[in-house]
């Protein structure tokens, strides 16, 4: 199957409490500008924030969600202020999650 390219890779799954980064956050971002230059500052924000650990660009009232992993809520204002300075958006918000009730990177196959 990895000859084939349905295997893409081979992770482990770590307990982020041993890291310090026990805090998963849902940040909703929303953009004015959509020209490609601040598309390209955009994505090279989130590739270079090793906090992010997933970033989909949203149909609908959202531009973009991005799935941060952080020590704490004073870990994620540090993050923000980052960000913020890298790319201007118009509005972003954040979801601090309580619970997490199903994560997993399986596949419904």
Known sequence: ????GI??????LL??????????VFVLVRTNAHDPAWLEDFEKAVRSLPEIVGAHR?????????RV????????DRFYQRLIKRVPVADISASFV????????????
């Not at 307990?15 to 998963?24: A, E, N, R, W």
């Open 1 to 4: 199957m990895e000859d084939a």
């Open 7 to 12: 295997i893409i890779a081979r992770v482990a």
């Open 15 to 24: 307990d982020p409490d041993q890291f310090d980064l026990g805090l998963s």
């Open 58 to 66: 949203m149909s609908g009232d959202l531009d973009y969600v991005l």
């Open 69 to 76: 992993r952080v020590a704490d809520v004073k870990s994620y």
């Open 98 to 109: 309580m619970d997490d009730i199903k994560d997993t990177t399986e596949l419904p196959i």
